[in-house]
């Protein structure tokens, strides 16, 4: 069945979409956010809880690739999760470090005006990574958006640890740079 199938199913408010979405995407959400949470019990709830904000979303919303619509809301979901399971402590995580790694490159949260800024932020981040070559927009989404560590990307490209810590540390350069000239980080 195809996406877009499926998001006709949605829109005709018909259950079987929950069922087919599970089926073409459910090992690709739990991947998701079982690289976030590490705990397979939480990454199934929160593939479960996609399920339903997918129900919600769709309609109105039509999303343009339906595997990455899925991703993002499990992902999201998953960070929340982490969060509530993870206030209390703080460090060692892989979020932790991701974060803190981007904290450089990033405009403080206070800073950004709302909504519309955050989006056109992330637009600008989408088109930095475009702009990239196929390698290290990999690596750099792997990082960053999947949470994959180092050594799993390491392992999957066939490189040296410290050759994908050096290709990250550059990357984040070049996006701090384009933000600059974005006008999203001041210096």
């Not at 999201?76 to 703080?90: D, G, I, V």
């Not at 637009?123 to 949470?147: A, C, D, K, P, W």
């Not at 701090?176 to 999203?184: A, D, I, N, S, V």
């Amino acid at each position: 069945m195809t996406d877009e199938q499926i998001i006709g199913m949605y829109y005709d408010r018909r259950e079987e979409a929950i069922k087919e979405t599970e089926t073409r995407y459910g090992k690709y959400c739990l991947r998701v956010a079982d690289a976030i949470l590490k705990n397979r019990e939480d990454a199934e709830e929160c593939v479960n809880d996609t399920w339903l904000r997918a129900w919600n979303a769709i309609p109105p919303a039509y999303p343009k690739c339906l595997r990455m619509f899925l991703a993002r809301i499990t992902r999201n979901l998953s960070f929340n999760r982490y969060q509530l399971k993870h206030t209390a402590k703080r460090g060692g995580g892989e979020i932790e470090a991701v974060l803190e790694e981007l904290e450089e490159c990033v405009a403080d949260s206070a800073d950004i005006e709302g909504q519309i800024m955050a989006k056109e932020l992330g637009q600008s981040i989408t088109h930095f990574v475009y702009g990239l070559s196929e390698r290290e927009g990999n690596v750099f989404v792997r990082r960053y958006f999947f949470m994959e560590g180092v050594a799993e990307i390491a392992k999957k490209y066939g490189l040296k640890e410290n050759h994908v810590s050096v290709i990250l540390s550059r990357t984040r350069k070049a996006l701090k740079e384009h933000l600059k000239k974005e006008g999203y980080v001041c210096e």
